[in-house]
């Protein structure tokens, strides 16, 4: 499904204007603010994310929201019987964590692809770590493009997801990105 956000449709919310706490989660990060295809370089990293431990309820709420009724997702006997040491998250789950990687260091960017191939089975208590790195940047048709390696690992280091995107950005604060028009 392709993520079409309309930048007309912008319904002026009545909320206080934004004032950013001095303190944010990342102090000297670079990427923690908008940024602009200029300002990137391959190789850079982009900020990790680390996500509570994954727990049974957010296992079987998340397989119910996304349709997957997988008994290895919902049912811890059926997954004894099968031999599994008992239920785990459905790969998407992870996927998923990646994709609040990229939105949050996106900002308002747009990620135009995302693949991943899942390789390890995401246990309940398993703490995942969402990490990106830039692969490669380039221009096509007038639009600027980010080219992302993701990965997940759990809090053992070992690789549960491995992925790509394609993010389109601003170029420059010349380029409308600067002005919130679109």
């Not at 200029?38 to 680390?50: F, K």
């Not at 221009?139 to 790509?164: P, S």
Request: charged fraction near 20%.
């Amino acid at each position: 499904h392709s993520h079409s956000h309309s930048h007309e449709a912008h319904p002026q919310r009545n909320l206080p204007p934004l004032t950013a706490p001095k303190q944010v989660q990342q102090p000297k990060q670079s990427l923690a603010r908008s940024f602009y295809w200029t300002e990137l370089r391959v190789g850079d990293d982009l900020p990790p994310l680390t996500k509570p431990a994954v727990d049974r309820v957010q296992i079987v709420r998340y397989a119910s929201a996304a349709g997957d009724f997988n008994r290895l997702h919902l049912d811890e006997p059926y997954a004894h019987q099968l031999g599994f040491p008992g239920l785990f998250a459905p790969g998407m789950l992870a996927m998923a964590f990646i994709g609040q990687l990229l939105t949050a260091w996106l900002r308002r960017g747009h990620v135009r692809k995302l693949s991943a191939r899942f390789i390890k089975i995401v246990w309940p208590n398993d703490e995942l770590t969402c990490r990106g790195r830039i692969a490669e940047l380039r221009r096509e048709g007038g639009a600027c493009y980010a080219d992302v390696e993701l990965w997940a690992e759990n809090q053992k280091g070992e690789l549960v997801l491995r992925g790509q995107a394609t993010c389109e950005l601003y170029e420059s604060p010349q380029s409308g990105g600067g002005d919130g028009g679109g």
